[in-house]
């Protein structure tokens, strides 16, 4: 896997964690706890810190970085994200805050200064402009995002179950790579002795032309 500093900041990456060996994190950034960094995610936190929450899922492809300090952004802005968020596949979030228990639909992108307060679903390809705050409990769609109901009993729950069927999916694919690891370091089984050469084929030769 790719972990790298930048500059002074090393990431900060909770043991239990997964990150796919083809995800890439840069810089200051945390992650807690049974959290897991899915294939060909970026999380780069080299102008301004990234935060990742317990049992968070960042999904394949997705990519968070952050905004720099500027006199259009006095102090740049951090992306922070709560515990138990389901970041689907291919999201870009962008200098935002993301509260507990939200679901970000695959392919959204969530701009500068937005706020997603906790247990929010926003569904699959929405942006969410900049500055914009998204009300707790509520399902949200489209570009630019708007709000379309309370989320139901069954929803709720959803996002709580999400979370945790990601921290059970880390756990299945840590084993397998620890599985991967001992086969790799596991003595070389001895060599077979070496099979006889097989015969050479030969042609028959052609039967005479008759006539
Ligand atoms: C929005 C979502 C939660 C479904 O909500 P819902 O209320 O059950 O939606 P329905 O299927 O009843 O559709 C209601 C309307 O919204 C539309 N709709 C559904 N999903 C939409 C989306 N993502 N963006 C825009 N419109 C959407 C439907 O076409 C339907 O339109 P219509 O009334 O004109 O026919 C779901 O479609 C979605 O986007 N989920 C995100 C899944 C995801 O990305 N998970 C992460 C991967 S792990």
Not at 64 to 76: A, L, W
Not at 77 to 95: C, E, M, W
Not at 158 to 182: C, K, M, P, V, W
Request: proline share 9%; net charge positive.
């Amino acid at each position: 896997m790719a972990i790298r500093p930048f500059e002074q900041h090393t990431p900060q990456i909770h043991a239990t964690v997964y990150v796919d060996d083809t995800a890439l994190v840069i810089g200051d950034v945390e992650i807690g706890e049974d959290s897991s960094i899915w294939p060909m995610s970026v999380i780069r936190g080299d102008i301004q810190r990234i935060r990742i929450g317990a049992r968070t899922s960042i999904q394949d492809g997705s990519v968070i970085h952050v905004t720099h300090d500027s006199r259009f952004c006095p102090g740049g802005q951090p992306t922070l994200i709560g515990n138990d968020v389901t970041v689907g596949h291919k999201v870009i979030l962008h200098a935002c805050t993301i509260e507990d228990y939200c679901l970000i639909g695959m392919g959204s992108i969530i701009m500068d200064k937005a706020v997603v307060r906790s247990r929010v679903t926003i569904g699959a390809g929405s942006v969410v402009p900049p500055g914009k705050v998204l009300e707790s409990g509520f399902l949200y769609v489209g570009s630019p995002v708007k709000q379309v109901r309370p989320l139901n009993e069954r929803e709720l729950e959803f996002l709580e179950y999400s979370a945790q069927n990601y921290r059970r999916l880390r756990e299945r694919h840590l084993q397998t790579i620890g599985a991967d690891n001992a086969a790799a370091s596991a003595p070389a089984p001895s060599p077979k002795p070496p099979r006889p050469a097989p015969k050479a084929r030969t042609r028959r030769p052609a039967p005479p032309k008759r006539g």
